[in-house]
């Protein structure tokens, strides 16, 4: 009996061993999963707030938020030469955003151009450029999109007009200009040069306003050459031409400076790249900003040349008295500001003597600025800029042409004349 007795106590101590050993695995898995799942929370929080970060750099917000409305809920409306896109709602509201869609879904509609259910996208939605975007930075995003709070908005369709509805036009288009693949860094450039590459060419999408487009709409190249931007009455000029916006003959520093703020001693930005800095660039990492400066200065800076090409005029006794007539306008209604000599305010008011956005081959913007005036972005660089009215309500079309063909042949400025045809044009009329 005390041999069993012994032998039983022995079994209930070792199970007593055994059953704190199972409670203390037990704990220490339970604490090693609360440690995974807290260990992943950080990771898919720093995730969500690059692609915060990212969004920026795309301005996403910017196409997916209509005047007065949420964030991000869509309903802008992009009228074209081909029909009214409207922007859809790209929270994650799951009935009238994108709610139900999975990092795939996201992935094709960046890369491919395709939404959810495989239908091919217009090209208003510019996958032309995105699709250099990488999987990893798609994602982010998507993680941010999904993390905004879900807002019940239901947009209007696109109305596009005939021919450009037919879903095979759209695939023979898609067949001819539209290329995928992520961005492929070039070898024998540097580090910086290729992230500001991947960054104008991609999530920047500056292509898809810096350049002439065909009748149907494509890119004619990828030089970032100039161009009408589609939908908008203004010019986006060359960032590879000196006679243009080319920026081969300026400092690095210059060039971040004007991106992020809007305005340098040489330039000031205005209409709708004003709205991109203010919206999108001025937030760039400093890495991010200056590898766009290197990138963009490479285009211009082995040129021969750095300054525009000069367009004589051939100067007649009718032609010398209608810039008069358009130097009379400029003394009253610009002189204040912008000096006598054209020479301006540095940093305040920009210099028109020797501007090249006034010599440009197309008098788009300077038309644009004396009809509805504007102002630099507001910006941390440049937080009160000063501004211009508009003289629309003042100025007929024919003084706007008088004033603005006196601005681009004034103080060695030489450039064409502007008619009341082209003021009126400009103002979205046929």
Same mark, same amino acid.
């Given at each position: 009996?005390?041999?069993?007795?012994?032998?039983?106590?022995?079994?209930?101590?070792?199970?007593?061993?055994?059953?704190?050993?199972?409670?203390?695995? #037990? %704990?220490?898995?339970?604490?090693?999963?609360?440690?995974?799942?807290?260990?992943? *929370? &950080? +990771?898919? =929080?720093?995730?969500?707030?690059?692609?915060?970060?990212?969004?920026?750099?795309?301005?996403?917000?910017?196409?997916?938020?209509?005047?007065?409305?949420?964030?991000?809920?869509?309903?802008?409306?992009?009228?074209?030469?081909?029909?009214?896109?409207?922007?859809?709602?790209?929270?994650?509201?799951?009935?009238?955003?994108?709610?139900?869609?999975?990092?795939?879904?996201?992935?094709?509609?960046?890369?491919?151009?395709?939404?959810?259910?495989?239908?091919?996208?217009?090209?208003?939605?510019?996958?032309?450029?995105?699709?250099?975007?990488?999987?990893?930075?798609?994602?982010?995003?998507?993680?941010?999109?999904?993390?905004?709070?879900?807002?019940?908005?239901?947009?209007?369709?696109?109305?596009?007009?005939?021919?450009?509805?037919?879903?095979? #036009? %759209?695939?023979?288009?898609?067949?001819?200009?539209?290329?995928?693949?992520?961005? *492929? &860094? +070039?070898? =024998?450039?540097?580090?910086?040069?290729?992230?500001?590459?991947?960054?104008?060419?991609?999530?920047?999408?500056?292509?898809?306003?810096?350049?002439?487009?065909?009748?149907?709409?494509?890119?004619?190249?990828?030089?970032?050459?100039?161009?009408?931007?589609?939908?908008?009455?203004?010019?986006?000029?060359?960032?590879?031409?000196?006679?243009?916006?080319?920026?081969?003959?300026?400092?690095?520093?210059?060039?971040?400076?004007?991106?992020?703020?809007?305005?340098?001693?040489?330039?000031?930005?205005?209409?709708?790249?004003?709205?991109?800095?203010?919206?999108?660039?001025?937030?760039?990492?400093?890495?991010?900003?200056?590898?766009?400066?290197?990138?963009?200065?490479?285009?211009?800076?082995?040129?021969?040349?750095?300054?525009?090409?000069?367009?004589? %005029?051939?100067?007649?006794?009718?032609?010398?008295?209608?810039?008069?007539?358009?130097?009379?306008?400029?003394?009253?209604?610009?002189?204040?500001?912008?000096?006598?000599?054209?020479?301006?305010?540095?940093?305040?008011?920009?210099?028109?003597?020797?501007?090249?956005?006034?010599?440009?081959?197309?008098?788009?913007?300077?038309?644009?600025?004396?009809?509805?005036?504007?102002?630099?972005?507001?910006?941390?660089?440049?937080?009160?800029?000063?501004?211009?009215?508009?003289?629309?309500?003042?100025?007929?079309?024919?003084?706007?042409?008088?004033?603005?063909?006196?601005?681009?042949?004034?103080?060695?400025?030489?450039?064409?004349?502007?008619?009341?045809?082209?003021?009126?044009?400009?103002?979205?009329?046929?």
């Amino acid at each position: 009996m005390r041999r069993l007795a012994i032998k039983y106590h022995i079994s209930h101590y070792q199970f007593d061993v055994l059953l704190l050993a199972c409670m203390v695995s #037990l %704990l220490f898995f339970s604490i090693t999963q609360v440690s995974d799942v807290v260990a992943e *929370e &950080p +990771d898919r =929080s720093i995730e969500v707030q690059h692609g915060a970060y990212l969004a920026r750099v795309g301005n996403c917000m910017g196409c997916h938020t209509t005047k007065g409305g949420q964030p991000f809920a869509g309903g802008r409306r992009l009228s074209t030469s081909f029909g009214i896109f409207v922007t859809p709602n790209i929270t994650s509201d799951k009935e009238t955003g994108i709610g139900l869609w999975n990092q795939q879904d996201f992935w094709q509609a960046l890369h491919q151009g395709k939404s959810s259910d495989g239908r091919s996208l217009y090209p208003a939605f510019p996958y032309t450029e995105y699709t250099k975007v990488t999987r990893q930075d798609a994602n982010a995003i998507f993680a941010y999109l999904q993390s905004i709070p879900p807002i019940s908005q239901s947009n209007p369709p696109n109305d596009i007009f005939f021919p450009y509805n037919l879903k095979p #036009l %759209l695939a023979i288009w898609r067949i001819l200009y539209f290329k995928e693949g992520v961005y *492929e &860094p +070039d070898q =024998s450039r540097s580090d910086a040069w290729n992230r500001g590459a991947y960054l104008v060419q991609g999530l920047g999408h500056c292509n898809a306003c810096h350049t002439t487009r065909n009748m149907l709409g494509a890119s004619q190249d990828d030089t970032l050459a100039g161009g009408q931007i589609m939908g908008m009455n203004w010019y986006a000029p060359s960032l590879s031409s000196y006679q243009e916006a080319g920026s081969g003959d300026w400092a690095i520093e210059e060039i971040v400076e004007l991106l992020t703020t809007g305005i340098t001693k040489r330039a000031v930005a205005s209409g709708p790249m004003a709205t991109v800095i203010k919206q999108s660039l001025q937030y760039l990492s400093q890495e991010d900003i200056n590898g766009m400066a290197i990138y963009l200065k490479s285009f211009t800076e082995n040129e021969g040349g750095n300054t525009p090409g000069v367009r004589f %005029l051939v100067m007649s006794g009718s032609l010398q008295k209608h810039l008069d007539f358009g130097g009379q306008l400029y003394e009253k209604h610009c002189q204040t500001c912008h000096g006598s000599d054209g020479k301006g305010v540095p940093g305040i008011y920009p210099a028109l003597a020797d501007n090249r956005s006034v010599m440009m081959s197309s008098p788009l913007n300077p038309i644009r600025s004396v009809l509805n005036g504007g102002y630099p972005p507001t910006t941390a660089g440049n937080p009160r800029p000063y501004g211009m009215p508009p003289f629309q309500q003042i100025l007929r079309n024919e003084e706007v042409a008088l004033v603005v063909s006196y601005i681009r042949n004034a103080w060695g400025n030489r450039s064409s004349l502007v008619t009341a045809v082209d003021v009126d044009r400009s103002k979205g009329r046929n």
